[in-house]
């Protein structure tokens, strides 16, 4: 092909390959498609350029025209129905993707466009001013998104192939620009409804790095998540995780990001409670929901973190366990808590001679103190009481309450004559006084005991308790404040 020519192709084509890369450059819609239409008119030869975009009340919007002032003030910004194209469809030449209207097809008056003012050649390939050629703008997969049109060709001749072809590529572009608008505005209306849940969440909500480089770095955090925490927003963003978590859960927390990044663990949501360090000092107990974000090539790239403080409801839960374990009034150990202790005591080793000893103790005549002074009065005494046998009692000892004005002391690792000499300093310290707030004279009450030691022939935790308990009574009997050992031998 001559030179002078090839050259009109050449210009197109590159013509052509700006278009493209502006399409390529995520400008904005209308932008790309005034590049598209005024390509189309320096590239493949015609003097006025239309694209319109299907909307969504299927009218056609016309939002970029190349051409002569007079035809943009007529078309940019019209909006035809729909059905409009589809009756040009059905009478047009098929040239490709191209659909042409000879003039003479077209019903009298029905014309959709601008019509230039020029005279009408009668050459077999001359272009007639009411010549109409478009086609149809698809989006990738195939759903039509719009059309550009052109008019009058510079040579008023009906295009040759190649202006076909041409016209068609440009058409693809223009396809492209729209879904990739639509894309871009999909992407930004899905980034603000995040936006305004995120902010809004009445919990707490974090975006969190699983990049290697920056790995549980805070990127996003909202309101909520700030006054869990009593941080600034600022402040926690140029935080890690593992910088507020307690540091006893903080090795955990590592490792199951690092699981995360490694594809060892799957992407949650992950649930669980651990303890954050709140800006005043404190530890709150938070519940925690983490999802992993991935991008489109897999990577975890960050994960989505929500937050409910739970620190009143785990005070709750452990209030319940001590309650469950522990006796409501004094604080001592209670009766469940004290058959556990027994059944211990009696599976362990022991040595010949030292295995240990229960000492059953019960306050002497407590029930004048309650009748005379009042259930409130008694209440205070038994605190103090249960204070004072603690103090006398050794650290590894367990004092229990069963309930009313009964105590008992597990006591491991001793002998019968220790056994004995701790027994005396239980009586001793409960004989002191015991002053109480709004009383003139302080209260005296005096203890009886009762000792059962654990032998080898010790197996039962509750005839254990029972010896002990009948050996308490023997103490009463005897004259109270004073303590009695149980007949050795659980069959006795």
């Not at 943009?72 to 993707?97: F, K």
């Not at 601008?114 to 390939?125: C, F, R, T």
């Not at 759903?143 to 040579?155: A, F, N, T």
Request: charged share 25%; glycine share 8%; with cysteine.
């Amino acid at each position: 092909m001559p030179a002078e020519l090839n050259e009109p192709r050449t210009d197109a084509l590159r013509r052509l390959h700006q278009v493209t890369v502006r399409v390529s450059s995520g400008g904005s819609l209308v932008d790309t498609l005034q590049a598209v239409v005024e390509g189309v008119l320096d590239a493949v030869g015609f003097e006025v350029a239309v694209v319109s975009l299907l909307d969504a009340d299927s009218t056609y919007n016309t939002l970029a025209v190349a051409g002569p002032p007079e035809a943009r003030d007529q078309l940019l910004g019209r909006r035809l129905p729909a059905d409009s194209y589809d009756a040009e469809l059905a009478i047009a030449e098929r040239w490709g993707e191209l659909h042409f209207v000879p003039h003479e097809r077209l019903p009298p008056g029905d014309v959709l466009g601008w019509v230039p003012d020029v005279e009408i050649d009668d050459h077999p390939d001359a272009w007639h001013p009411l010549d109409a050629l478009f086609t149809q703008l698809r989006c990738p997969a195939g759903e039509v998104v719009g059309v550009l049109s052109v008019d009058l060709p510079r040579d008023r001749r009906k295009p040759n192939f190649f202006q076909r072809e041409l016209l068609e590529v440009f058409a693809a572009q223009a396809g492209i620009a729209i879904n990739n608008a639509r894309l871009t505005e999909q992407l930004r209306a899905s980034e603000e409804v995040f936006r305004q849940a995120f902010e809004g969440a009445g919990s707490g909500m974090a975006v969190v790095s699983l990049d290697p480089g920056s790995l549980g770095r805070y990127l996003r955090v909202n309101p909520a998540f700030c006054r869990t925490l009593g941080r600034r927003e600022g402040d926690l963003l140029e935080r890690r995780v593992a910088d507020i978590v307690h540091p006893d859960d903080r090795a955990g927390e590592v490792a199951q990001l690092h699981d995360i990044v490694s594809g060892e663990a799957a992407d949650g949501p992950f649930q669980s409670e651990k303890r954050y360090l709140h800006a005043d000092g404190k530890t709150i107990w938070v519940a925690v929901t983490m999802s992993v974000v991935r991008d489109g090539y897999g990577r975890a790239v960050s994960a989505v973190s929500q937050i409910e403080d739970v620190s009143d409801r785990r005070a709750a839960q452990e209030e319940l366990a001590r309650r469950a374990d522990n006796d409501v009034l004094t604080g001592l150990p209670n009766r469940r808590t004290l058959r556990q202790r027994l059944v211990q005591v009696i599976q362990s080793d022991r040595a010949p001679g030292r295995e240990g000893a229960v000492l059953f103790c019960d306050l002497d005549g407590f029930k004048t103190i309650n009748d005379t002074l009042g259930h409130g009065v008694g209440d205070r005494a038994l605190v103090a009481v249960a204070g004072r046998l603690l103090a006398a009692a050794r650290d590894r000892d367990m004092v229990s309450r069963l309930g009313g004005d009964e105590f008992v002391v597990v006591a491991e690792g001793l002998s019968g004559d220790q056994a004995g000499e701790l027994a005396s300093r239980l009586r001793a310290v409960t004989a002191e006084p015991i002053s109480i707030e709004g009383l003139q004279q302080p209260i005296r009450a005096t203890m009886s005991i009762g000792i059962a030691l654990v032998d080898a022939t010790t197996s039962d935790p509750d005839m254990l308790l029972h010896r002990a308990d009948d050996a308490m009574y023997e103490a009463k009997l005897a004259g109270r404040d004073a303590h009695r050992f149980a007949v050795s031998g659980e069959g006795d």
